[in-house]
T-cell receptor
């Protein structure tokens, strides 16, 4: 089983749609969780951290389910500019917060 | 601030050649990282550094070397290039007291033929 697994997509949705991505992780001791966004041929950029209580930033909501070992990202009212690849990132170690594990990403295309 | 800068943007190497990928950050971040990203794959950590003079191996260090003589610079060295090292290389940094957010450079595309 991969350490961090994501549905590669692509997800093709119309503008205004709501779309959700899931990411599963294999190490139950994982400590911290993030969603990064990566535009085509660009570097990854932090979208949001994922807290145990969940968190929301405008149209984006992230949730963590420790019992089932997955995190999710919900995007409401999709915009054309949301088209990108969304990377799930997990810190699997309680002792070293430098060795992050990245999922392969889920590609989203928002169409007019 | 320029943030994290990487040079070159793109390079073609022949098998067996060597090269150094440069990475510089002007944010006074202690932590720096080198990743590689293969098509359709997640980023994999090659090496990281928690400060000048201190480096440590990541998940895929074989075939690479690093040094950290200053806070700003973290070069990645490929000694004997192999086709398996064809990839996009990203450098990243983060501050000691700034959570775990990493700030990435624009990447170096390397093709080994």
């Amino acid at each position: 089983r991969k350490e961090v697994e994501q549905d590669p997509g692509p997800f093709n949705v119309p503008e205004g749609a709501t779309v959700a991505f899931n990411c599963t992780y294999s190490n139950s001791a994982s400590q911290s969780f993030f969603w990064y966004r990566q535009d085509c041929r660009k570097e990854p950029k932090l979208l949001m951290s994922v807290y145990s209580s969940g968190n929301e930033d405008g149209r984006f909501t992230a949730q963590l389910n420790r019992a089932s070992q997955y995190i999710s990202l919900l995007i409401r009212d999709s915009k054309l500019s949301d088209s990108a690849t969304y990377l799930c990132v997990v810190n699997p170690s309680p002792y070293n917060n430098n060795d992050m594990r990245f999922g392969a990403g889920t590609r989203l295309t928002v169409k007019p | 601030n320029a943030g994290v800068t990487q040079t070159p943007k793109f390079r073609i190497l022949k098998i067996g050649q060597s090269m150094t990928l440069q990475c510089t950050q002007d944010m006074n971040h202690n932590y720096m990282y080198w990743y590689r990203q293969d098509p359709g794959m997640g980023l994999k950590l090659i090496y990281y550094s928690v400060g000048a003079g201190i480096t440590d191996k990541g998940e895929v260090p074989n075939g690479y070397n690093v040094s950290r003589s200053t806070t700003e610079d973290f070069p990645l060295r490929l000694e004997l290039a192999a086709p398996s090292q064809t990839s996009v290389y990203f450098c990243a940094s983060r501050p000691v007291n700034g959570g775990e957010t990493q700030y990435f450079g624009p990447g170096t595309r390397l093709l080994v033929l």
